[in-house]
């Protein structure tokens, strides 16, 4: 079920019982995606890495991941784009940037409650009754439904990484680093880089970091670019010293001593693999 509207305005949502119907026609430039896994067992390949998804796990990916549905058949999805539903223009409201949608090393896995999937299927239900509609009012409907599933996510995933342990300010610290680190990862690679940016100390963010994460603030920015690294090596015909330049290496050598540091693998043992 598909919606496009006059001003390029997308907006999908459908359910299959095979995998490759997830994939479809409709120009994927800048879109993103909500899947819902009902099977119980539910293997996927993200940017060359393997996840298990629980059922009934959700998953928020953008049109950068590199997504392959390796075993699982009952699968469900959302997909929209920006003309659609901007997520930065929302975010003060929907609080998404940096937690669903812009933390690209570090994928949310929405693990909803069973009192969570009673309203998330209300949500689901609604949404297809609306795709049905043919009013001037559909787009606006669409978008209040979209939205509110969105909240929902967010509520849940804040709750299950411990989020709920912060104030509004460090909620939002945390969520402009994420952020700040998908803007500028190819050109900064250190912690304090982005803690002048955020006219914070390199300490601040450690200890704020510690409440909520498993990962310290430099361990994020090494993951975000390892997951660059392992996307252009695989998906790209670029040579190793043209991806040691795109992501901000000064030599050769000094990316794959990074590379094989974080991977145990050469770049170029890592590509013939």
Known sequence: ???????????????????????????????????????????IEIDGKEIQVPQNGLLCLTAFHKIDLKETTKVKWVKFNKPFYCILDHDSEVGCKGILFFGAQN??????????????????????????SRDNLQLEMLQMMLKRLLILCTRIYKTQEEYTQLDNVQSD??????????????????VGEYATLLNKSPKTLSNLFK?????????????????????????????????????????????????????????????SN
Do not use: C
Not at 8 to 20: A, L, P, V
């Open 1 to 43: 079920m598909k919606y496009s509207g006059k001003n390029k305005e997308y907006f999908e949502i459908d359910r299959s019982n095979e995998s490759s119907s997830f994939y479809h026609d409709a120009d994927l430039k800048n879109l993103l995606s909500i899947l819902w896994f009902e099977n119980k067992e539910n293997l």
């Open 107 to 132: 994928l949310p896995l929405i693990n909803p409650t069973e009192k969570d999937l009673e309203v998330l299927s209300t949500v689901w239900k609604m949404i297809q009754l609306e795709m049905e």
């Open 173 to 190: 610290l945390v969520r402009d680093y994420n952020y700040l680190i998908e803007q500028h990862f190819r050109t900064k690679h250190s």
């Open 211 to 271: 409440k909520v994460h498993h990962q310290t603030p430099l361990q994020m920015i090494q993951n975000r670019i390892m997951l660059e690294a392992r996307r252009l090596l695989k998906y790209s015909d670029k040579n190793i010293s043209e991806i040691a330049d795109e992501i901000g290496f000064l030599d050769l050598q000094s990316f794959s001593r990074f590379f094989k540091k974080h991977e145990n693998l050469s770049p170029s043992e890592f590509r």
